[in-house]
Nanobody
Framework: QVRLVESGVALVQPGGSLTLSCVTS????????VAWFRRAPGKEREFVSALRRFGGGTYYRDSVKGRFTISREDAENTVTLRMNNLTPEDTAVYYC???????????????????WGQGTQVTVSS
């Protein structure tokens, strides 16, 4: 069983920055592809970013490219999402996720990930 726990500051002003962290426990973290999703109020959960295992590539939804950076520290079983230049449209509950054998064509889909965190609320507001 893999358990994921997110953490991060909850409220930030527009234009500000925020770092979310996700700590995993259970099986070997480095064997998993890890990702971040978010659910904005009244909307479906959507893909934000992913980082493949074993030094694979990083992937971002278009609206966060150049502003968000995903990274991982396998020795600490941690995946981080650094978010810069935040806008109110980034307000959402953010979830980290992990999955094994995630193929590239499905990397943005929820079904590719078997393990999920409980989510952490991020609010961007002045």
């Amino acid at each position: 069983q893999v358990r994921l726990v997110e953490s991060g500051v909850a409220l930030v002003q527009p234009g500000g920055s925020l770092t979310l962290s996700c700590v995993t426990s259970g099986r070997s973290f480095r064997t998993y592809t890890v990702a971040w999703f978010r659910r904005a109020p009244g909307k479906e959960r959507e893909f934000v970013s992913a980082l493949r295992r074993f030094g694979g590539g990083t992937y971002y939804r278009d609206s966060v490219k150049g502003r968000f950076t995903i990274s991982r520290e396998d020795a600490e079983n941690t995946v981080t999402l650094r978010m810069n230049n935040l806008t109110p449209e980034d307000t959402a509950v953010y979830y980290c996720a992990a999955g094994e054998s995630v193929i590239l064509s499905s990397i943005g889909g929820e079904r590719a990930y078997a393990y999920w965190g409980q989510g952490t609320q991020v609010t961007v507001s002045s």
